[in-house]
């Protein structure tokens, strides 16, 4: 079992620039500082990995924008323990097709929702992914 935290400034800089597993950009220190800074958003870490989720707030949804190392079940739990402590009802995340990514978060309860043409680019999809909390 890995232990997930909210990161802290000097976790920041293992997760600076590496690939987004989820198929996305990855991020530049300063914005991944912004996140941990604002409320509406959690940077979590813990065993090589980390996730960037933002809460859209009691009763909505939130969504994982970055996914940097592999979704450990560890780290899909403490995503979705982060959104019930936030108040919302559902996470949601777009991920590559060719991700492995998407196969761990299926393992982890998260049904496919459809696919968004375009979403990484021209010709890159992304498949919709939603579990309720």
Known sequence: MVTIKQAKLNDLKGMEGRENALGGPCFSLSA??????APDFAVLVGGGSGAVL??????????????VGQASPDLL????????KAGTVKVTAEIDPASPALEAFERAGFRRGGEVANY????????FIEKDI
Not at 77 to 84: K, M, N, Q, T
Not at 120 to 127: L, N, Y
């Open 54 to 67: 933002y809460h859209e707030g009691k009763g909505g949804k939130s969504r994982t924008m970055l996914l």
């Open 120 to 127: 990484f680019g021209k010709g890159r999809p992304a498949v």
């Open 77 to 84: 739990r403490a995503v979705e323990a982060s959104a019930l």
């Open 32 to 37: 991944l500082e912004m996140f941990m800074k």
